[in-house]
């Protein structure tokens, strides 16, 4: 299992486009994703479950990752959310 925490920068957060960025980024990986906020545990890969936790601009987030590609897949997120998603 391997873990990151990230700052989200986009002012949005992670609404409508940046989150379905974010679930075809996570859907590139093979391992199992996760975003968790405030103990609050999601599928990143399921849009729903991204969109509940109602992730603002200025809010830590940890992705989560198991699997094989799991470092790659952390790594890649944690970029995408710093780059604030080319906004």
Known sequence: MYV???LVQNQVGLHA????????????????IWVEKDERR?????????????IVGGTNIKIIADGAD???????LVQLVQSGFSE
């Open 4 to 6: 990151k925490e990230v």
């Open 17 to 32: 486009r940046p989150a379905t960025f974010f679930i075809q980024k996570a859907n590139e990986f093979k391992s199992s």
């Open 42 to 54: 999601v599928n990143a890969k399921s849009l729903l479950g991204v969109l509940s936790l109602g």
């Open 70 to 76: 799991e470092q790659k897949a952390v790594d890649g």
